[in-house]
């Protein structure tokens, strides 16, 4: 567990090499999974359709409330990321999927059902180019987001320091990634 908030927390996960986890939905929260290293594939299923999406560093995809999933690591290497859940988690709204996409071994227990028509699925890249700069100062890059919240992969140049600001409606948790600073 890392820093949590009523409002939403962040949690890092690790998955061992070769390893796939248990198919389940969490109904009534949002998540979204960045990708710190390794590689897989995580499954989403839903009313509206289903797909398998590769994982890999600086990718990040979204769960919204009731979509059903699963993932899976590479039989290289660990896959490593960070959930980022809205509301907070809690174990009541998880709920294990009767239905699979890959067995206990990591192999596909069945055909994929079609090409998704569920739109509010999102799947996003940290890109070279910032999508903006922050009033701080800083370059940010978004990811996913949801009613609930959302995220943004943020960079400060080394030797540079953001204006201080204030928020009055925005909760905030940050993960750092690399590099050193004060805050």
Not at 26 to 48: H, K, N, P
Request: hydrophobic share 40%; net charge negative; charged share 20%.
């Amino acid at each position: 567990m890392l820093p949590n908030l009523p409002r939403g927390e962040l949690t890092h996960a690790t998955l061992a090499a070769g390893r796939t986890s248990k198919a389940a939905r969490l109904d009534g929260l949002a998540e979204a999974f960045y990708v710190i290293s390794g590689a897989g594939e995580i499954w989403r299923t839903g009313s509206e359709g289903e797909e398998v999406v590769q994982l890999r560093a600086g990718r990040c995809v979204s769960m919204p409330p009731g979509t059903g999933f699963q993932y899976r690591a590479t039989e290289e290497e660990a896959l490593s990321f960070i959930v980022a859940v809205m509301p907070r988690w809690s174990a009541e709204r998880w709920q294990e999927l009767g239905t699979c996409f890959w067995d206990d071994v990591g192999r596909p227990a069945r055909v994929l059902g079609g090409s998704p028509s569920n739109r509010h699925w999102q799947t996003n890249d940290v890109t070279a180019k910032p999508d903006y700069i922050a009033p701080d100062g800083s370059e940010i890059r978004l990811l996913p987001a949801c009613a609930a919240g959302g995220l943004a992969h943020c960079t400060l140049r080394a030797g540079s320091r953001t204006t201080a600001v204030t928020h009055r409606t925005v909760d905030e948790i940050w993960f750092v990634l690399g590099g050193q600073g004060e805050v």
